[in-house]
T-cell receptor, first 114, second 111 residues
């Protein structure tokens, strides 16, 4: 089985721009979660989608949004980029909606905001 | 919300020695506690997990213990090897797939 894939792997943007990141979960997985990883804050939960519905949302401003398609692929969007948005954005997929299912992480998208 | 604290932030051990990483959590409703290993340039990978109805779980050189009363859980790696060098994260979850992560421990195993 192919793992979780994320595109692009690296991205450089300037302040004020917007960006869209993509995540393809493992085949058959219907839950996709997004995390922001920074050296100072560690891994912080952004949101989770299951069957195209956002089930959980972390404590991030409205500039961060996401969606999930019928094939379980997910995108996250960050509008009006700020320098502090520079981070590794990780996507994780899980087979089911219940706690205790293994999360498989992708390699991440490294976003740099100049 | 849940708050997960992890210690130490860095840990150096001699090859063959044991390494212990500790985490505490705040939400008594959390019931699933996975541990992840992250190598440079890669996403975190699950190495072991434990559920709240179990006190200890072992998988070869890796073990995890959970104390629900004290709200803490620990990762134990025995007979460490250089390839164990990585950043380790603990996490806690109570419902769905919303995980709260510790801040990570950078483990270095010195040959």
């Amino acid at each position: 089985k192919a793992g979780v894939t994320q595109t692009p792997r690296y991205l450089i943007k300037t302040r004020g721009q917007q960006v869209t990141l993509s995540c393809s979960p493992i085949s058959g997985h219907r839950s996709v979660s997004w995390y922001q990883q920074t050296p100072g804050q560690g891994l912080q939960f952004l949101f989770e989608y299951f069957s195209e519905t956002q089930r959980n949302k972390g404590n991030f401003p409205g500039r961060f949004s996401g969606r999930q398609f019928s094939n379980s692929r997910s995108e996250m969007n960050v509008s009006t980029l700020e320098l502090g948005d520079s981070a590794l954005y990780l996507c994780a997929s899980t087979s089911g909606p219940l706690t205790g299912n293994e999360q498989f992480f992708g390699p991440g998208t490294r976003l740099t905001v100049l | 919300g849940e708050n997960v604290e992890q210690h130490p932030s860095t840990l150096s051990v001699q090859e063959g020695d044991s390494a212990v990483i500790k985490c505490t959590y705040s939400d008594s409703a959390s019931n699933y506690f996975p541990w992840y290993k992250q190598e440079l340039g890669k996403g975190p990978q699950l190495i072991i997990d434990i559920r709240s109805n179990v006190g200890e779980k072992k998988d070869q050189r890796i073990a995890v213990t959970l104390n629900k009363t004290a709200k803490h859980f620990s990762l134990h790696i025995t007979e460490t090897q250089p390839e164990d060098s990585a950043v380790y994260f603990c996490a806690a979850a109570r419902s769905g797939n919303q995980f709260y992560f510790g801040t990570g421990t950078s483990l270095t195993v010195i040959p």
